[in-house]
Structure formats: C-alpha cells, structure tokens
C-alpha cells in the first residue's frame, strides 16, 4: 500500500519529505521496558508505556471528577461502567501530547482528550450490541455484558452527548473559537464520514468471501478511517487546543493519521508488515518539522 | 399535578405570575383549522399548523442542503431515511419561533432547530431498534424496519455528531459563545439527564404492574424529561441565538417545557386533563412578560 497516496479525506496535503535516517530507525525499534504502572485500565491498555500512563491518569481523574455518580443511580452507574471499563485508546492521550508538543499546558486539552474517551466507550459499546442480526458471540474477547441491551443502548446514547457537553463547558470565554473547531474536527471524525463509516465497512467485509487482497484492501480501508481518523483527531484537537499554528496543526494531522495506521494494523495481525514500517517513516518525517521542540515523548507513540 | 413543584432541573426559577385572563383562554381553545399545506413529511405531524409548517419547511430545506447525499452511499442513503422519515415534532420549530420572538432572524437559530431535529430522528430510531431484549413488536405505530438492525445502529449513531457538527460550524466568529451555549443546552437536554433518562424511566415502568396512581407519575416524569426537556430546551436555543436577555430565556425555557408538557400528556391521552390546562394557563402566564413583542405565532404552540 502507498498511504501516502490512499483516500484520506483527514489529510489534505501530499507533501513528504524524504526519508529519515537510520538513526532513528534505530531508536524506533527498541521496545519500551514493560511498564509496572498500576492503574486498573492501563492494564487493559496493549504495551502502556508511562508516559501515556501518565497522561491517562490525568484524563480519568479528570473525568471521575466531572462526572460524579448522582441520582438518576439506574443511569450514571450503567454511564460510570461502560466509561472505565472499555478497553482504552491512544487516541485520548495523544491530544495532550499533541497539545503540550505545540507549547501548550495539559489543562487545555484535557476536556477534549475526555471527550474522546468518552466517545471512543460509547462506539466500543454499540460496537458489541447484541441486535437480532448479530446471532451469537463473535470470535475475540468475550465481552462481559454486566447490563441488559437496552441499557447498554441508552447509556452509550447519552456518554456521546456528555462528551460534548465537557467541550462545550471547558471554555471561560476565551477560546470558544478554537472550542468550536474542535467540536467539529471531533463530530467529523465519529461521524457518517468517519468510524461510522469504518463500522459499515467493517459490517459489509463480515459478510463477503472475496479474495485475500481485497479483504487486506477492506481492512485498511477500516484503519484510515477508524483508527487513523481517531489518532488524527486527538493530534489536532491537541495542536488547536495548545495554540499550535496551521502548519503545526496539520503536521499533527497526519503524524496522528500513522500513528492511528500503525495501532490499527499491529492490532489486526500486520506487524511485520512493510506498510506499518512505512507508516512509522511518514510520522516520523512530520515530526521532523518540531526539531526545534521537544519530541521525544510524543515519538513514544510510535513505540508499539 | 402540581407543574410549578416538580423535579424540573431545567427550570429554574420558582416563581410565577397570576393567572391570566379568560379572554386568553378562549383564545386558546380555538382549534386551528386544518391546514392544507403540502408537505410530505409535515402529514405525519399531529395537526400541523401554517406558522409550524413554514419553520419546517426552511428547517427540513436547511438539512437537504447540508446533507447533500454523497459517497459512501451506504451510509449517507440511510441516513437521509431516518431523518426524513422519522415523526416530527415541534421542537425544531419552536426553537425558530423563540428567536424570532426575541427580535432574532430565522437564519441565526436554522442550524441550532436543524441539530434538533437530527437529534430527535436518532433518538427516535434507536427506540424503536431491534434488540435482544425487546423480543416482538410492540404496541403502537408499525415501523417500516427498511434497513438491518446493524445499520439502523449505525446511522443513528453518526447523526448525532452531524448535529453537533452542524452547530459548530454555524458560526462566522461572531456567536461562538452563543453557540458553545446552545451546545451545551443540547448535549444535556439529550443525555443522561433528559431524554436518555426519560427512556430509562420508560423502560424500568414498562415492566412493573403497579397501581394506576403510580403509572400516572411515571407517564409524568417521562414527559417533564422528554418532551418538557425538550421543548425547554428549543426555546431557549431559539432565544440565546436571537439575541435574548437573561430574563427572556428564563421565560422561553418555562414556555417550551409547558409547550412540551401539554404534547407530551395530550399525545398519551390525557387531553382533557386539568394538568394540560394548568400547562397552557401558566405558558401564557411566561408569555405576559413578552406583552411588548408579538406573541401571536409562537403561541400557536399551545394549540393542539
């Protein structure tokens, strides 16, 4: 696959530099140390590495904090569940990474990257509703259904608002502007041009027994709109977020966009593939961009 | 039922004028004619009236606009169904009438009425989505399921964004914090607080068989959440988006809950309930405050 030539409507450039060098191959390669964090979800997090650890924490202590289990208890219990236990994303953490890369504080951020949690629980949850057309357990991780379907429903339908409501709220007045084009970078990327349309695709390759090539096709296709439109997303939202400038924000762009291509395929089985390696030279070459900042921890995330 | 002393956490002033005049009353027990505006999706509302059929006629070409059918069409056919299909109330029509009311032009609440709109069409396809738990049809108005129950899901679950985006992206930059407002207005008259705790009470007293006194006060909470919240809730974005003082909002918010109270009771067969006079007289009570402006249109809310 050439990403660089792929239908990304995320990335609006198809300017690249050239390649970088060995060097950083090299430090690419080395596998970040198993990480003894302890904290109850970051174990469910795939190589948690302490930095996104620790930007983690931040957004749940964050999000405990705003949302306070409060009467209705048959509402926000089933809310306070669904939130903490799906499986967790690099997506939140990256915007603050993103965020403090273009000089700004975590604070900024921090509504936004939890709205991102937020929205990334509610689409995992939606994603294993039993529906009728959904006979039977799929292949996976067998999912623990602790609430019946029309709760699992209902909650996921209003953390997705929720995640809203905190950007919304987070703003004193002065950054409503940048608040809103996060709004939107957000909405695009959850919605009918983004994992929405992940999810049908996904749903329509369950079904087809094409050729191998056009089953590896369909996943990518699945990647660039799901994980990497995510990714994407948190790196924006984080560079807006942070007061980064139009050329930064857009290098995060599709820094992000790799970043989410890389996640997507290691988790789908394409490790050793060439298009991972590829993906990571891509971020890294955007990166190239903030030499004149301090890189090292958002590079982490291409440590997987 | 005492209105003025339920849980309303929208409402949130306590006080209220006297009551007003009989000359109002009369006023308001004539019944609208019946329109003869041609509109296909205007049929299916309860008894439309002239002033609601024009506000949904721009509201209805405002989403044709925006929501252009496009690639992928498996995504975007679908959802201009379940938008265009699903029943409409006035909420969106409302919203535009407050605006007006307050000295505002139609233009500058389109999006805000257009969102809830979107809003309502997801809500109302999850409700009536397939799931495990909700073995047979119910009781009511047979739905035409014309997509599977996977991309009922799915579609719904990418309108909702695209309202939230279609608000975002309203503003030139003058009417950020207006907007941030309205969002934030939206994402809780939606979530766990409003609609999606209606749905839950509705869900938990579908199946207990307790006494007609309690069945009552469970028909009432789900009202004063649904379509109170609801109304509530278009009022008053109508009102920040034109321009509204304080006061007014406040009186707009009360207005739209009343509105939505007596639709909400009227449609589950409590017309001739004293509670829906009690509404409507402390509705037009909130609308003394407006004696200045011209009230005729938006209390033709008050007439079904």
Redesign the interface.
Known sequence: MDIRTSNLTNVKSTVHFSCISNQHRSHLTTKPKPTTVKMSSMTKTHNPHPYWASLHADIEAHLKHSLTIKE?L???EP?HHYIFTAPKTTVPALCLAACELVGGQRHHAISAASALLLMESA?YT?EH??????PGPKPGPVINHVY????E???S??????G??LI??S?G?EN??R???V??E???A????GV??A???K??DGGSVGEEMCHVEGIRRVVEKYEGGLHACGAVCGGVLGGGCEEEIERLRKFGFYVGIIQGMIKRGFKEDKEVDEARNLALEELQFFKDKEVDAIKTFLNI
């Open positions: 209705p048959v509402v926000f809310m689409t939606h509703l039993p529906l009728t057309d959904r019946g379907p029309n709760v429903l209902l909650t339908d209003g953390i997705a608002p929720f809203f409501e919304a709220r703003d007045g409503s502007e608040i809103l084009r709004m939107v957000i909405s695009r959850m919605g009918s041009g929405i349309e999810q049908y695709r749903a329509l």
